[in-house]
């Protein structure tokens, strides 16, 4: 299996969560904007450090499995875990917060 389709199969469940949100909460701008801002910094973290790792040769990649497509040495595929885990975590919260509480 290619790092793209593992990338794929574990954004699915964060999508469907997020989705699941989205149509029963309904949630605010303000709500959309922080999710994206915390995207946006756990991305930015992600290529720094993982640029860092992969420099320093902490891990390696079967290029045979990537995409090709690269932002500096680090491989588009490794972004699914950051934006999994920014959607996800608001989601969670949007879902399991009472109305009145958010």
């Known amino acids: 299996m290619s790092y793209a389709a593992l990338a794929g199969l574990f954004l699915l469940p964060p999508l469907a969560v997020t989705a699941l949100a989205v149509l029963l909460r309904r949630p605010r ?3 959309w904007l922080l999710t994206a801002g915390t995207i946006a910094v756990l991305l930015v973290l992600t290529i720094v450090f993982d640029t860092v790792m992969v420099a320093v040769d902490l891990f390696r990649y079967d290029h045979s499995l990537l995409s090709g497509w690269m932002i500096g040495i680090v491989p588009v595929e490794d972004l699914a875990w950051p934006i999994a885990a ?17």
């Open 86 to 102: 920014g959607l996800l975590l608001p989601s969670l919260w949007l879902l399991l917060t009472p109305t009145e509480e958010r």
């Open 29 to 31: 701008a303000r709500w």
